[in-house]
């Protein structure tokens, strides 16, 4: 390897790093504010208005990585510098995706209010349904920060725009909005996002039609929007499945636990984005693809793994404090919840490898397993065993990532699990003490520890905490 060549590895691994605890720095900040926004509104609102809200969420979200159509993706893997053409390009594409998709969603919000069993949600999808071109629309501004590496407005921009979420959620709820509130404060949320993210960027968007350039971006899209697409789905099995085997409060109690969830693996959605941008300029040097999948795994495993476990030790003490007691059946969900968030993370770049290698129908293959063991035993044990049900269906869906470690090891051989396996063995072992109840989950804090025995795992903990206050402080 040539000196220039090191140099410019050195490089773009360190401006990866720093942008990424740019982004972890923001999601930490924003920890507090989502813990206590969440704290307030769930406590407020109650199991059964949270289970409306998660019903419509989880059938937006859904729609929204359907509209994406991959074109965000092209526009961030393309290895020349991004024209105003392919610009003015993604966002009519979006724009027009994001037209269709909510007149859909509003012709069709009786449908899918009955599909999840709850009249009441009907009018909150015709609302949502008005948010979803803004929710698609700032990516093209986004891919221009992304590639630039420029997570440090990135940050800013999302931080600011929760922040203005919670700022309208929060009132609403205590004047009695219920979960009008947060539907109202996530529409507030997408159009302020999408309005700093143009700013930051400093793109003014035009209509712009190419018909080449619009069977290009499309066609790339298909093959990688497909595996996005069958991933999503399983974020219909709470308000579908759940919703109609089992009610809007159970899945109330499934979707609060999986909010935890989201916050607390923070960095996974960070590793991911920086995975799409900095990957792409390793090439298909499979020596480096499969040392970067190594590191990022330990990263992972500690910095996903100990929050999550952290709080399946002190849940069942802060829960029903915190919440109010309505909320305890989230308990007993949160650690299988918790074990599928913290796999998810661990295997995090294996995906973005394949991607980055064009093996977009391997990860589309590797979802759909996924998803069908999910809902499958979803529907096998919802109907008797409640949210624990969905939980057990979780920790079914875990073998489908052997298919993923095939795949990945066919394509770059196998990257080593040996450096994260005590902390990933902790964090596992505290999850199946926590959902195994008293007296077993008094053991788990002791298991949590159990890794600074090791002088190496101490080390390397204290490395992890050091780069992130620094750049963070940054």
């Given amino acids: 390897m040539t000196a220039a060549k090191r140099a410019g590895e050195g490089s773009l691994r360190e401006k990866a790093l720093k942008g990424g605890m740019f982004l972890a720095g923001r999601q ?3 920890i507090g504010l989502r813990l206590i926004a969440v704290f307030v509104i769930t406590r407020i609102i109650g199991p059964y208005e949270y289970g409306l809200f998660a019903a419509c969420m989880g059938i937006f979200l859904y729609l929204q990585s359907f ?43 009786g449908a899918l209010a009955a599909a999840v069993k709850m009249p009441a949600v009907k009018p909150m999808f015709g609302v949502l349904a008005l948010s979803v071109p803004c929710a698609l629309i700032y990516l093209p501004a986004m891919v221009q920060l992304d590639r630039a590496l420029d997570f440090r407005r990135v940050a800013i921009n999302e931080f600011v725009s929760q922040t203005f979420q919670y700022v309208v959620a929060v009132p609403l709820a205590l004047a009695g909005g219920g979960a009008w509130s947060l539907v109202l404060g996530l529409v507030a949320s997408n159009l302020c996002l999408c309005v700093l993210t143009y700013q930051a960027a400093g793109l003014r968007p035009r209509l712009h039609w190419n018909r080449a350039l619009v069977r290009q971006m499309l066609g790339y899209g298909l093959g990688y929007s497909s595996s996005i697409w069958v991933w999503q789905l399983r974020s219909l099995v709470n308000p579908i499945l759940v919703g109609r085997l089992a009610g809007a409060e159970a899945v109330g109690y499934v979707g609060l636990a999986i909010r935890i969830c989201e916050v607390l693996s923070f960095v996974r959605s960070a590793a991911w984005r920086i995975a799409m941008a900095a990957l792409a300029k390793l090439g298909n040097d499979t020596d480096r693809l499969r040392q970067s999948i190594t590191e990022g795994m330990r990263l992972q495993t500690l910095a996903v793994g100990l929050p999550l476990a952290g709080f399946a030790i002190i849940a069942p003490y802060t829960i029903a404090h915190a919440f109010g007691t309505r909320w305890e059946p989230a308990i007993r969900v949160y650690p299988f919840i918790a074990l599928s968030y913290f796999a998810s993370s661990v295997f995090n ?13 391997s990860v589309t293959a590797f979802h759909a397993v996924h998803v069908f063991l999910i809902a499958g035993s979803a529907v096998l044990l919802v109907p008797r065993m409640g949210i624990l049900g969905y939980g057990w269906g979780e920790v079914v869906a875990l073998a489908s990532y052997v298919v993923l470690h095939y795949f990945v090891q066919h394509e770059i051989g196998s990257p080593s699990y040996r450096i994260g396996a005590i902390w990933c063995g902790a964090a596992t072992c505290v999850f199946i003490l926590t959902a195994l109840g008293t007296p077993a989950v008094y053991l788990a804090p002791l298991v949590l520890l159990f890794p600074l025995l090791f002088p190496e795992e101490r080390s390397s903990l204290h490395g992890y905490a050091q780069i992130l206050l620094s750049r963070t402080g940054a």
Wanted: proline share 2%; aromatic share 14%.
């Fill in 67 to 109: 509209g994406t159509w991959g074109i965000d993706v092209y526009l961030l893997r393309k290895p020349e510098d991004l024209s105003k053409e392919e610009l003015n390009q993604g966002f009519t594409l979006l724009l027009a995706i994001g037209l269709v998709f909510g007149c859909l969603m509003y012709g069709f919000r």
């Fill in 28 to 30: 930490i900040l924003g």
């Fill in 349 to 361: 770049l294996h995906s973005s490898v394949l991607y980055l290698l064009k093996r977009n129908w």
